[in-house]
């Protein structure tokens, strides 16, 4: 690996330092690190950068305005789809609120301050050897800068929260910043900032967002960045003179479209935004039926359909917020159109213990797959150690 540069080391020297120190600085008051300590940083920061590279040669960029213009392209058309998914599954309200002032505060502490950090993010590549090596370091700097470590612990109460918080925020930083990197490298900050700016404006000044799964969410921010990356690729090699009209003809955006499609779907499916869903059984309650490990696929039913079951049909339903799969035994209907329903395992020597009612009603079981359900399994059996 080559050395660094005194300029680009002095930067990096810069950023440890704060990473470091702002684990003191956070004992003044969050509040005041937010709002004052971290944009005034990141002002010097940006500041530093600048005089550091204002005598160094420019970086030939081949297609920065083609890149540019793909990332706010693929954006938008995300937002679209992000928002459009409320009218299926409705809308919640924002946590923020939104006085003036509080949407002045939040766009300079929140949003102000991307440009400042993938300004920095940009000139510390520009000065740094062209190896992915440091481009790695600059990622990982760059990771620890978004990681809220003052909350950090309360992520560690449970192995429960700790996955949530594992694969709600952290993969996504990672996907992220890894992009942002690659983006930074292509072409400058301008898109990496456009790219961050517009989602965070999103949070910031809207008063509603759909409510969708939080597992959904974090998938389709994994898949923005892989969508977002393919684009950025393409237009690179476009741009490239090292390659033929005949590989570029191979590497046309067109064939990443079956594949985007496929992810997209899939994730869709397990997130069970489709009709239909799959579950991964988690006892062996229904042995002979389906075991542990293996995956049965669940039809969603409406309210309209509560009057079709039937005694024998395998119900999927939620109880003191467990989800259970089991066998109808009985079903006793109400006058008012609520229905109560027995259900029990197959391999259990009595009925559950319990009644289940109209609103703890998912769906019905259609038919199952074996084994594909034990990646689930495992995870569970680790949540609990």
Same mark, same amino acid.
């Given at each position: ?17 704060f990473l470091i120190g702002r684990v003191f ?124 470590f003052w909350s950090f612990s309360t992520h ?56 969708? !799964? $939080?597992? @959904?969410?974090?998938?389709?921010? +994994? ?7 393919? #684009? /950025?690729? *393409? ?6 003179r090292a390659i033929t009209k005949r590989q ?104 559950? !213990? $319990?009644? @289940?009612?109209?609103?703890?009603? +998912? ?7 074996? #084994? /594909?359900? *034990? ?11």
């Amino acid at each position: 690996m080559k050395y660094l540069s005194k300029k680009a080391l002095l930067l990096y020297i810069i950023l440890i330092s704060f990473l470091i120190g702002r684990v003191f600085i956070v004992n003044f008051g969050i509040a005041k690190y937010t709002n004052f300590l971290n944009p005034l940083f990141w002002i010097f920061m940006t500041i530093a950068s600048y005089l550091m590279v204002r005598d160094e040669s420019n970086i030939r960029m081949r297609n920065k305005v083609d890149i540019i213009q793909s990332v706010i392209i693929v954006i938008i058309l995300y937002c679209m789809i992000y928002f459009s998914l409320g009218l299926v599954f409705g809308y919640e309200r924002s946590p923020f609120l939104h006085t003036f002032t509080v949407i002045l505060k939040n766009i300079w502490a929140f949003v102000v301050i991307i440009f400042f950090q993938e300004y920095a993010r940009f000139q510390m590549i520009r000065l740094s050897p062209k190896s992915i090596g440091y481009y790695g370091i600059i990622t990982l700097l760059f990771i620890v800068v978004d990681i809220e470590f003052w909350s950090f612990s309360t992520h560690l109460v449970d192995n429960v929260e700790f996955f949530k918080y594992m694969s709600q925020t952290i993969i996504p930083l990672i996907v992220s910043n890894c992009l942002f990197t690659y983006l930074a490298i292509t072409s400058g900050y301008i898109s990496s900032t456009i790219y961050r700016g517009v989602l965070a404006l999103m949070v910031y000044l809207l008063p509603i967002y759909p409510s969708i !799964n $939080w597992l @959904v969410a974090s998938m389709m921010k +994994i898949i923005l960045v892989i969508i977002v990356a393919l #684009y /950025v690729n *393409y237009a690179d090699m476009k741009s490239s003179r090292a390659i033929t009209k005949r590989q570029l003809k191979k590497e046309s955006l067109v064939s990443y479209i079956p594949y985007v499609v496929l992810l997209v779907v899939v994730v869709c499916f397990v997130g069970g935004l489709f009709k239909y869903q799959p579950i991964a059984v988690l006892s062996d309650s229904m042995v002979p039926e389906f075991a542990r490990g293996d995956a049965v696929i669940v039809e969603k039913i409406g309210k309209e359909d509560l009057k079709k079951l039937k005694k024998g049909t395998i119900l999927y339903f939620s109880k003191d917020g467990k989800l259970i799969i089991h066998r109808i035994v009985s079903i006793k209907e109400e006058s008012n159109g609520k229905i109560e329903v027995t259900t029990k395992g197959d391999n259990n020597n009595s009925n559950d !213990n $319990w009644v @289940v009612t109209n609103d703890e009603i +998912i769906g019905v079981g259609k038919f199952m797959i074996p #084994y /594909v359900g *034990y990646p689930s399994v495992i995870v569970n059996e680790l949540l609990k150690k």
